[in-house]
């Protein structure tokens, strides 16, 4: 069977209907931050295109992952991680965008991207490889091991670098909109979890059943609300802010 053949896709496909809804969202949303750069300040344009990237590459994969679906009916684990070790360091340089006007060094953008690739490598081990039949022990160990990239993350976000950065900045609107993307990566990236540990041999799939089928089902939930999530916060510190310059 073509990759691209199309084929009908079942009522109960509740995980091939999340696709193909990501895959326009991510599209619509990448579309909305490209032509809304136009109006707000300068200094802010960088900040919606890294938006615009971030939404635009999820389509692309999301486009693919909905005809491999569609196809074979398996996980797209390769594409899934291709898309997120290309998107996820960008969501960290948001946060460096957002807070280069109080400081920010590019030391902090090269310690958030390097402890979110390992946030992802690790985590690609953990499902890539894990042994036919699951493996508690593999995906437990990786887990864990990709865990400390995400907590080094919420870390600068809540109390480290990045936190004190945005309380120095001039503008409560960055400081709202650092806490809110803080939120996101405190609540929205816990989400990434449950789907890890619904794979065969997943803690959540042995100990209380949950089906590995439902793997995709929570990752497409996660992207929806954290990708196009953090593109509107930053579009609202843009908009606003922008609003700000020209009433000074």
Known sequence: MMLLEIKAMAPNDYVGFTFFIGYMAMAAAAVFFLFERSRVDDKWK????????????????YGYMRDYWGATGDSPTF?????????????????????KVAGAKKSLLWKLIIASVWMLVAGYIGEAFNPEGGSTSHSVMWGVLSTLGYLYILHAVWLGEVAKLAEASNSDVVKRGVRTLAWFV?????????????????????????????VDLWYNIADAINKIGFGLVVYNIAISETARIKGA
């Open 46 to 61: 960088m900040s919606l295109l890294v938006s615009a990237l971030i939404t635009g590459i999820a389509a692309v994969h």
């Open 186 to 214: 405190l609540v929205g990236w816990a989400i990434y979890p449950i789907g890890y540990m619904c794979m065969e041999g997943g803690w959540l799939n042995t100990a209380l059943g949950w089906d590995s089928g439902m």
């Open 79 to 99: 594409f899934r991680y291709v898309d997120w070790t290309l998107t996820v360091p960008l969501m960290c340089v948001e946060f460096y965008l957002l807070t």
